[in-house]
């Protein structure tokens, strides 16, 4: 349960919280993506602003374009044969031409450093390049806003240290990034921090 919250995120943000198992940390980011109450049925009250607007009125084409989330299994982001096909399955969704869908597939395998695993099914690759196809999947829809929700916690050291170096890009490129953790050395790459009780 969330309550007495209050937070503004700024565009080109690093926000990372962190808190204990429990404390709400990804019930917030999925408020904040509209997961809820829309997918996920729970008792709401205030009101979550995306650019001014309310989260809810956002149609689900238009919201997924605005904002976009990693949770920390990648396995439940996974459903498509190929790592092309994940990265296309999101951009089929909402209509856009084959051209723009091979241009921004090109884009987010070159970010995410995963071209020569473009045919490969996502079954076949480790846990930390797994997280990178869910993370390139999202980026393909250009989302203005990136929620990382405890991305690390099923990765090995060279898996974390990969995917932390994708993150500092995407900072440092100017992204909105809030990135949930629990553990301080994943937080590092934040340029403000939140800790939830």
Do not use: W
Not at 12 to 30: A, R, W, Y
Not at 87 to 114: P, Q
Not at 174 to 183: E, K
């Amino acid at each position: 349960m969330l309550s007495d919250f209050s937070l503004i995120v700024e565009p080109g943000e690093c926000l990372t919280i962190m808190g204990e198992s429990g404390c709400g940390k990804s019930t917030l980011l999925h408020c904040v993506c509209g997961l809820i109450p829309r997918s996920i049925p729970a008792e709401m009250t205030g009101v979550i602003r995306l650019f001014g607007r309310p989260v809810g009125e956002y149609p689900r084409h238009e919201l997924v374009q605005n904002i976009g989330i990693v949770f920390q299994n990648p396995e439940t982001q996974l459903f498509c044969d190929t790592v092309e096909d994940e990265l296309a399955f999101g951009m089929e969704n909402i209509c856009l031409s084959r051209e723009e869908m091979g241009t921004r597939i090109e884009e987010s395998l070159s970010l995410t450093g995963l071209e020569k695993y473009r045919l490969t099914s996502p079954k076949n690759l480790s846990g930390g390049q797994k997280q990178l196809v869910v993370l390139a999947a999202v980026l393909a829809l250009r989302p203005a806003i990136l929620l990382l929700d405890e991305v690390f916690s099923q990765l090995d050291e060279t898996g974390r240290s990969r995917l932390m170096a994708h993150i500092a890009a995407l900072r440092d490129s100017g992204r909105t990034i809030v990135l949930v953790d629990h553990n301080p050395e994943n937080l590092s790459i934040g340029t403000r921090s939140c800790v939830l009780t």
